[in-house]
């Protein structure tokens, strides 16, 4: 089933369905020479806009890469393992590794060592009997050393409970 046009002219032709004629003309003066021929200021233009987007996309680039490569030059932390020391090791010192430990330089080292001599002399009865016995002497000079021993004891429980007690809030 073909559709028959008719044209009754060069410029004008016929549709079976839309009854009169429809004008139609052929503009010969047109060609793609011409269309195609850009002037030379929009020329300037659009080699100015296409080397400024090409300008913005190397820097989004290496915008990217630079991001990319500094994430992966990072060095995930390490997990920090605790400080502390645990009743096991507290425990296994031995009286000669806590004198020695006294001496060090570290006060931190002094401090702690002095908590644990404390505290194991807390929990001990034959120290407790003998600083006891050292407070009840009549030579002023043994009964002041018994009191700073047992003060000492007493400060260093205080501060162990009182480290305790504001770890747990």
């Not at 407790?128 to 009191?147: A, C, M, N, Q, S």
């Amino acid at each position: 089933m073909a559709q028959d046009f008719t044209f009754d002219s060069a410029e004008h032709f016929q549709h079976p369905y839309q009854g009169p004629f429809i004008p139609f003309t052929f503009d010969c003066e047109c060609s793609l020479a011409k269309m195609a021929a850009i002037s030379p200021a929009a020329q300037d233009r659009v080699f100015i806009f296409g080397l400024g987007l090409a300008t913005v996309a190397v820097i989004g680039v290496m915008r990217q890469m630079l991001v990319y490569y500094r994430d992966a030059a990072l060095i995930p932390p390490s997990e920090n393992k605790s400080q502390y020391i645990t009743q096991d090791v507290e425990d296994s010192l031995k009286l000669s590794t806590l004198d020695k430990l006294l001496d060090s330089p570290n006060y931190c080292i002094q401090e702690t060592t002095a908590i644990i001599i404390c505290e194991r002399a807390l929990h001990d009865g034959t120290t407790i009997d003998v600083l006891f016995w050292y407070i009840t002497r009549p030579d002023h000079k043994l009964r002041e050393k018994g009191i700073r021993a047992l003060t000492m004891m007493m400060n260093s429980c205080e501060c162990a409970l009182s480290g305790t007690s504001r770890l747990a809030d």
